[in-house]
C-alpha cells in the first residue's frame, strides 16, 4: 500500500519535471535553449502551463458522446496507474504480493488501449477515431514482442514476482545484474525497449497522437483536465515500463557498485533509501534515453510500424524465446 | 532490400543518428558568440546554442546599418536637399528665414534658416540612405537603432524641430517686417537688369518624352 502511495505522488512530481525535462532535452538537441523565462532557467515553466490547464474550459463538442467521453482518460490512467500497484521500491517494500504481478502488470496495461479506443470514438471526430484504431493496430501488435521479451527474461529467473526478479539479481553490484549475468538477454532488452516506446505511444511510433497530421489524434477534442489526465498517462506509462526494464534487466533497486577487494562497497550502498534512489535513477535514466530516441528518429508510417512488429521484432523475439531457454537448460545442467 | 540488409541498415542508420544528436546535446553547454554575419569564419561557428534572448540580448549590428534617422537640428542648415532627393518623400521641412545669420553649425556653416518643422516619418522612410548623402553638413544620420516598433503608426512620425509655435510666429513676423522694409528701401532697378530681361530666350531642344505606362488594357 504504501508504494502505492508514494508511486502516486512520485508520478505527480515526475510528471511536471519530465515534460521540462523532454522541452529541454528537445531543446539542446537542437541547438536552442528551451523554456527559460520561468524561474531560473524556466525550472517552474511546466508548473505555469499546469496552472492554465487546469483553469481551462472542460470543453464538451456537440457531437460527441458524453458518458464514455468523460470517463475514457479516468480508465486509460487507471490501467496504466494500477501497473504500479505490483513494483517493488526497495528490499523492504515490495508493493503488492501477488505471486503472478508480471502477469497482472502486462495484463492490465493493455487494458488502456479501451480507454484509448472510447476515447476516440465517443470523440465522433474522423482525426481521433483515426488516433484510436492506429493506437489499438499498434499496441496490440506490440504487446507481443514486448510479451515474448518479458518471457525470455521469466525464462531465465524462474519467476513471475518482481520482488523475488530483484531479490535474484542481490549481490556484488553490476555483476549480478541479470543483462550481465545472462548476457543473451541483451536482445530480448532492445525488443523490449522499442515495444515499450510504441506501447507508450511515443515518437518514432506516436501515430496515435501525430499532432502533425491528426492534430492530436485520440486526445483531440480534449480540453483542460481530462486532456492533462491524458498526458499524465503517457508519462506514467514512459516510467511504468523504464521501471519494469530496470527491474527485469538492470538489477532493480540493486546498488550497481561492486564489492572491491576490502571495500564493501555494494553494502555501503544498500538500504531502504538507497534502493529506492538506484531504482528510480536508473529508471529515470532509461526515460532519457527515450527522450533522447524521440528527438532523433522520425515517425515512422503505418504500413512501417505494423511491418516492424510483426516482421522483425516478433520473429526475433520467438528466436530469442527458444535461444534463453537453450541458456536456462545449459545453466541448470 | 533485403530482411537482412534492411535489419543492418536499420542499426546502422539508428546508431548513426543517435551519435549525432547527444553530440549536439553535451555541445548546448556551449553558448554561441554574439556575432553578426560578417565577422571571420562566422558560418565555421555553428557549435552550441543558437538563440538569442532578444530583450536582453542583442547581436551587434554593422557600423554601416541603415536604421532609424536623426538629425542633429543644431547643425542642420534647412537646406531642404534630403527631403528633395527623399525617393518616398518622408521627410517634411517647414523653413522660416532669417533676416540675418543667427549662428554657426559645429563645422562652420552659418545658419540663416530656422526649421519650423523637420519631421521624418519612418514608417514610409525605405532605408535607402541618400538623404544621409547629400546632407552638406553631415547633420542628417542613420543611427544604430532598430528596435522603434510602436502600437500607433503616428509613432512613427518623429519631429526633430525644437522651435515652439510662440517662436515661429515670432520669427515668421520678424521675416515680414525685415522684408517690407527691404522693399520700401530698395534701391531702384537698373537697366542692366531690364535689358537681361529682353533678351531673346533660346528655347532648348526639348528633351525625350518622359516615359509614360502604356494603360493596361481592361480584363473583360
Known sequence: MLTFVFYLFFLLIFVVFAVYAERKTAAFIQNRLGPMEVGPKGILQTIADLLKMLQKEDIRAGAVDLGPFLIAPFIVFTAVFAGFSVLPLNQELSGSDASGGLFLLIAIISLDVIGILIAGWASNNKYSLFGAMRSVAQIISYEIPLGLAILCVVIITGTLDLQETSLLQTGNGIIRWNIVQHPVLIIPFLIFFVAGLAESNRTPFDLPESESELIGGYHTEYSGFRWGIFMLSEYGMMLLLSMLGTILFFGGWNSPLPNIVGVELFEMTSGPVWGSFWLLSKALLLIFIQMWVRWTLPRLRVDQLMSLSWKYLTPLSLLMLFICGMWKFWLIS | ?220
Open chain 2, 1 to 220: 532490400m533485403s530482411y537482412f540488409g534492411n535489419i543492418s541498415h536499420a542499426v546502422r542508420t539508428t546508431r548513426k543518428g543517435l551519435a549525432l544528436t547527444i553530440r549536439y546535446f553535451f555541445s548546448a553547454r556551449k553558448k554561441r558568440k554574439k556575432e553578426w554575419v560578417g565577422e571571420n569564419n562566422y558560418f565555421e561557428k555553428a557549435e552550441g546554442t543558437f538563440t538569442v534572448q532578444y530583450p536582453k540580448e542583442e547581436i551587434p549590428v554593422p557600423d554601416h546599418g541603415r536604421y532609424k534617422l536623426h538629425n542633429e537640428i543644431d547643425d542642420c542648415i534647412v537646406c531642404d536637399k534630403c527631403a528633395k532627393i527623399c525617393p518616398v518623400d518622408c521627410i517634411e521641412i517647414e523653413p522660416v528665414r532669417a533676416k540675418e545669420v543667427f549662428g554657426k553649425t559645429s563645422d562652420g556653416t552659418s545658419l540663416r534658416i530656422h526649421a519650423a518643422k523637420f519631421d521624418i516619418d519612418m514608417s514610409k522612410c525605405c532605408f535607402c540612405g541618400l538623404c544621409t548623402v547629400v546632407c552638406p553638413t553631415e547633420c542628417l544620420t542613420m543611427t544604430n537603432e532598430y528596435d522603434y516598433s510602436t502600437h500607433d503608426i503616428l509613432d512613427h512620425n518623429f519631429s526633430f524641430s525644437k522651435m515652439t509655435e510662440k517662436e515661429i510666429d515670432e520669427k515668421k513676423k520678424e521675416f515680414e517686417e525685415y522684408q517690407s522694409q527691404k522693399v520700401v528701401s530698395a534701391p531702384p532697378k537698373s537697366d542692366a537688369v531690364k535689358s537681361v530681361a529682353k533678351m531673346p530666350v533660346i528655347k532648348k531642344p526639348g528633351a525625350k518624352p518622359v516615359f509614360k505606362p502604356r494603360p493596361i488594357p481592361k480584363k473583360k
